[in-house]
Nanobody, 119 residues
């Protein structure tokens, strides 16, 4: 079955950096879009950034200039480079994949990885 394995979360000081990874495996014909979402305490889940198969990117206003989303198609992996982290960036970060099987398009979510920003 399809799996999304997220890694890279953890504890970082304000102003520090983290890189999240999301590796896809399973019966996947083609990945159309991969994105990162987050949900902080008491907040709704929100889009952080996404990237299409052609490399087009989209960012939330709150992370523009600080975060960079990228993908390695050969490794079927998406990355989120997070720089200049702020306490308000602390959240559970989810990887999302929109992909095609040989028969139907599907959407799949990772389990989430915790990012904590604290001194």
């Amino acid at each position: 079955q399809v799996q999304l394995v997220e890694s890279g979360g953890g504890l970082v000081q304000p102003g520090g950096s983290l890189r999240l990874s999301c590796a896809a495996s399973g019966t996947i014909f083609r990945i159309n879009k991969m994105g990162w979402y987050r949900q902080g305490p008491g907040k709704q889940r929100e889009l952080v950034a996404d990237i299409t198969s052609s490399g087009a990117t989209n960012y939330a206003d709150s992370v523009k200039g600080r975060f960079t989303v990228s993908r390695d198609n050969a490794k079927r992996t998406a990355y989120l480079q997070m720089n200049s982290l702020k306490p308000e960036d602390a959240a559970l970060y989810y990887c999302n994949m929109m992909y095609d099987t040989p028969f139907i398009g599907r959407e799949y979510w990772g389990q989430g990885t915790q990012v904590t920003v604290s001194s």
